[in-house]
């Protein structure tokens, strides 16, 4: 499934670390597919991808694409932002519980989180074309 892709008009203050592992994530997720790793030996998912599963140390990883959407578990606003992200403070962050079962921390975009939306099934990562992450705000009429 392809996410929704949202540009943010802005340079990436802290550019991702593209390794040849992590290359295919990062090519997913500029094309708009949220992916990460599942273990062939136990079955869990793990997010960020890994070479090996942290839950049994098994190297028999898979590349699994998530459906990309979850609920809102927390969310805070940051106003005293650490150096490479003080010119846009305040933003927002929030942690997502994943429906794969994966929390995640994201950044968050798109205006204001109604303050009764933490739980709710109204969140989906979206990316922009650089392959920056982040979860943008649905309508209340797109919540379940
Ligand atoms: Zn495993």
Redesign the pocket.
């Given at each position: 499934m392809k996410l929704p892709i949202v540009e943010v008009g802005r340079p990436r203050p802290y550019p991702p670390r593209v390794s040849a592992f992590t290359k295919r994530f990062w090519d997913s997720l500029a094309d708009g597919r949220l992916t990460t790793t599942l273990?062939?030996?136990?079955?869990?998912l793990t997010f960020p991808p890994k070479p090996f599963?942290?839950?049994?140390?098994?190297a028999?990883?898979i590349w699994a694409e998530l459906v990309g959407r979850g609920r809102l578990y927390s969310q805070t606003v940051v106003h005293a932002a650490p150096g490479l992200f003080a010119a846009e403070a305040p933003y927002r962050l929030g942690i997502v519980d994943l429906e794969e079962g994966l929390r995640i921390a994201v950044r968050m975009i798109g205006g204001e989180t109604p303050p009764n939306s933490t739980g709710r099934w109204n969140w989906w990562p979206c990316v922009t074309p650089t392959g920056r992450s982040m979860p943008r705000d649905r309508s209340a009429a797109d919540a379940i």
């Open positions: 273990c062939r030996e136990c079955g869990k599963c942290p839950h049994c140390w098994s028999e990883v």
